[in-house]
């Protein structure tokens, strides 16, 4: 079953347009930290399937680099200016509340201790690099410096995602994009399922407390 389901991911992804695979690929990346969307999906888990598209597909490995990595600076270019501009607001949000507010003032201490090395690293530790943008906007890291993490950071984290999923794609596509496709949905089911369990636990407890 899980070969033909395999075949099925195959199949799909063979048909796909090159373009809808830079859209998608681009769209997530730049979502990841500009709208957040690294919360829900991480950015490497869609590269790697785009590389792994491009491995055994009619998508250009190198256009798909080099947008990427256009992709990643901007949308972490984006989260900066977020943060540097509404950084309270973020932070008071409901989002900044889900996050926690020892997590920010731990973040901000990383980024005024580490400074570039922790832009940089950052792009490696799941939803870290979703929030560090933010996080170094908010802190007031210099723009230029933040820049320059920020491009050195990107730039190589999507090179070694890319040429990665594009290698295994070669030897081992049909297992490897199957895979990344079911880590995708487990991803999104858990990210929505802890909403629910959360918004229900605060129902209860908000009833509870009237009674």
Do not use: K
């Amino acid at each position: 079953m899980l070969h033909s389901l395999a075949d099925w991911v195959i199949s799909i992804v063979q048909s796909t347009p090159p373009w809808a695979v830079y859209l998608v690929v681009f769209g997530v990346v730049y979502g990841e930290a500009a709208l957040l969307l690294g919360l829900v999906l991480p950015g490497e888990t869609v590269m790697l399937a785009g590389s792994v598209a491009a491995a055994i597909g009619d998508t250009n490995i190198g256009w798909l680099i080099v947008g990427a990595c256009v992709a990643a600076v901007m949308g972490d270019s984006t989260g900066y200016w977020f943060g540097r501009r509404s950084g309270s607001r973020i932070t008071g949000s409901r989002f900044g509340g889900w996050v926690g507010e020892e997590r920010w003032a731990r973040a901000e201490a990383l980024i005024r201790d580490g400074g570039v090395a922790t832009v940089v690293g950052a792009r490696w530790i799941g939803y870290v690099r979703t929030v560090t943008p933010f996080v170094a906007g908010m802190s007031q890291m210099p723009t230029r410096q933040y820049l320059f993490a920020n491009v050195v950071g990107g730039v190589f984290w999507v090179i070694v995602v890319c040429v990665t999923g594009y290698a295994l794609g070669e030897t081992v596509g049909a297992n490897l994009l199957f895979y990344l496709a079911l880590a995708a949905g487990v991803s999104l089911a858990g990210y929505f399922g802890f909403r629910w369990w959360r918004n229900r636990n605060r129902s209860q407890n908000t009833a509870a407390s009237t009674d």
